[in-house]
């Protein structure tokens, strides 16, 4: 199963950039990289995946490594209401058909 | 298009008691699942489907049955509560994709406290 580093917790302004990052050292070359984020009292939402090119959507942009070791989300303006638990997860493990398997994520505060 | 949708929203059990967690999608997804989620920490998986009358274990299915009778609903049994299944439950649901080339959608949780 790919391994997943993500620091525990990080601090932003309201309306600039975050970038959160994320490091899957052992993750396979046909994994997808999913990002959730979970609200608080709210189950988690889709945010974003990718599997080489970096990719980008209303919500937030996913920068990917060359080496497909890493990877970062990337908020473009945070809003107060981006303040979250988000989740990097390599897709596909075990052998399974694939099933989501959650860290402890990065504990995103947003400041006015 | 209601998504996933869980009931009930809370629930207070004696130890002993049994209940069924309720899960329904209106998605047509092949793919459904079940986690838990205690205070401070990730999801974990209890139990999941791949389409009806396929189901299989997680990382912490003990305690808990689950059976896939439809494509939509995908209930979690709780046999006999214990308080270590004092938790927050979500149900999640998507499309097979391979490799998860997908997204996922989750329901609003159900929280549970056993006594």
């Known amino acids: 199963d790919a391994k997943t580093t993500q620091p525990n917790s990080m601090e932003s302004n309201e309306e600039e950039p975050v970038h959160l990052p994320c490091n899957h050292s052992t993750i396979s070359g046909t994994d997808y990289i999913h990002w959730y984020r979970q609200l608080p009292s709210q189950g988690p939402e889709y945010v974003i995946h990718g599997l080489t090119s970096n990719v980008n959507n209303r919500m937030a942009s996913l920068a990917i490594a060359e080496d497909r070791k890493s990877s970062t989300l990337i908020l473009h303006r945070a809003t107060l209401r981006d303040a979250a638990v988000y989740y990097c997860i390599p897709g596909n493990y075990g052998g399974s058909q694939g099933n989501l398997i959650f860290g402890k994520g990065t504990k995103l505060s947003v400041k006015p | 298009n209601a998504g996933v949708t869980q009931t009930p929203k809370f629930q207070v059990l004696k130890t002993g008691q049994s209940m069924t967690l309720q899960c329904a999608q209106d998605m047509n997804h092949e793919y459904m699942s079940w986690y838990r989620q205690d205070p401070g920490m990730g999801l974990r998986l209890i139990h999941y489907?791949?389409?009806?009358?396929?189901?299989d274990q997680g990382e912490v299915p003990n305690g808990y049955n689950v059976s896939r009778s439809t494509t939509e609903d995908f209930p979690l049994r709780l046999l006999s509560a214990a308080p270590s299944q004092t938790s927050v439950y979500f149900c999640a649901s998507s499309l097979l994709g391979q490799n998860w080339n997908t997204e996922a959608f989750f329901g609003q949780g159900t929280r549970l406290t056993v006594v």
């Open positions: 489907s791949v389409g009806a009358g396929i189901t």
